[in-house]
């Protein structure tokens, strides 16, 4: 069961319709903006994210593996956190620089070993933590997809295996949003961590950072919506309080990934959103592992 701390405010529907057909996959300008237009004064998305749960647990379905999903507020980022209960080895996906203490916090108090860091993609809208552990973490390697343009100890490609413990997620190259865009899917085909490439009823724009909105619709339909119907989606983010989803509810009610191929591309060329807040500093950091003037 999912254990939510701070429960999050109801959001105005029409709110809620906007923010999901228009969904912002870099920060929280879109969402606020079209917020304050369709309910001013009320249920902003500034107090929808200052009322958010800040940490998530969920049981996995798979024997011996424990998992957590972390929420970062400002970014709306999930992190997630997996580990072989036997040998205690462990991995992280997309950790977030300004809850690196939170994050090495639990994996201390789990008794963990971190072995590897890994960002689904070149994020735009935080700097990634996974440079400043390795600092603090003797032996810690960092992984992303070869395409990302970044630099990290492991370069991802197609069908590579992220090792930890008896476990391992698959590599899936999902680009659209970016180049570098990467799906990791446990070996029982249980879960999908999408990153931007497909979120819950959403996902991500392709704008920018090498965004091809039909090579988007291609990953999605090709890499994720061919899993099983009951694989459980964990996405890169979230603004509406959403924690988890499934490939069956996706591929029956994502409201732009039900379209054709050309509808999708017409919706995404259209959507018009500010740029990112923090691209001019997140990208040039993650290039580098999150290490850019630190």
Known sequence: MCSVLTRIRPIHRAVALSLRLGANTEGSSYAATQSRRLSPGKNSV?????????YCSRMAKTEGLLFRQLF????????YLLADTNTREAIIIDPVLETIDRDLSLIEELGLKLI??????CHADHITSSGLMKKRITGLKSAISKFSG????????EGDKIRFGKH?????????????????????????????????????????QQGCAKCLYDSVHDKIFTLPDDCLVYPAHDYLGQTVSTVGEERKYNPRLIKSKDEFVEIMNSLNLPKPDKIDISVPA???????GL
């Open 168 to 208: 391992y997620l698959t590599v899936r190259e999902t680009p659209g949003h970016t180049d570098g865009c990467t799906t990791f899917v446990s070996a029982d085909e249980s879960m999908a961590f999408t990153g931007d490439a497909l979120l819950i009823r959403g996902c991500g724009r392709t704008d920018f």
């Open 116 to 121: 590897l860091a890994v960002n689904t993609h």
């Open 46 to 54: 500034v107090d929808l994210q200052r009322n958010a749960r800040f």
């Open 286 to 292: 993650n290039l580098v592992c999150g290490l850019h």
């Open 72 to 79: 970062e507020v400002e970014s709306s980022t999930y992190t």
């Open 150 to 157: 970044a630099s990290a100890d492991i370069l991802l490609s």
